[in-house]
């Protein structure tokens, strides 16, 4: 199972911008889709954006449409997550999330299509 952890959380005030990793330990990273969720007080975890294997095709929230890009660099076995526009209701845990072998279309937005998860890195975007 894919190993992940999440870094580049932080404090921002509206406005702002923040770039959020993802650090991939297996060796077999460009297998997975990969997306990103985020989880705010007294919400449900929710999908945020995705990425297919190679990169190509990406899908967001409507929320975070304009505002947010996803990318990953494979090579480094890395995803990210880059957050600009940022807003007081963009304030949640977000985690990343290894998902499925293969690319289908649609990317998944259910947490339960994806089956490796990162501990979370806290953003607050103060208003």
């Known amino acids: 199972q894919v190993q992940l952890v999440e870094s580049g959380g932080g404090l921002v005030q509206a406005g702002g911008s923040l770039r959020l990793s993802c650090a991939a330990s297996?060796?077999?990273?460009?297998?997975?889709?990969m997306g990103w969720f985020r989880q705010a007080p007294g919400k449900e975890r929710e999908f945020v954006a995705a990425?297919?294997?190679?990169?190509?095709?990406?899908d967001y929230a409507d929320s975070v449409k304009g505002r947010f890009t996803i990318s990953r660099d494979n090579a480094k076995n890395t995803v990210y997550l880059q957050m600009n526009s940022l807003k007081s209701e963009d304030t949640a845990v977000y985690y990343c999330?290894?998902?499925?072998?293969?690319?289908?279309?649609?990317?998944?937005?259910?947490?339960?299509?994806?089956?490796?998860w990162g501990q979370g890195t806290q953003v607050t975007v103060s208003s």
């Open positions: 990425v297919s294997r190679g990169g190509g095709r990406t």
């Open positions: 297996g060796r077999t990273f460009t297998n997975y889709v």
């Open positions: 999330a290894a998902g499925m072998p293969r690319d289908l279309w649609p990317l998944p937005h259910l947490p339960a299509e994806y089956a490796s």
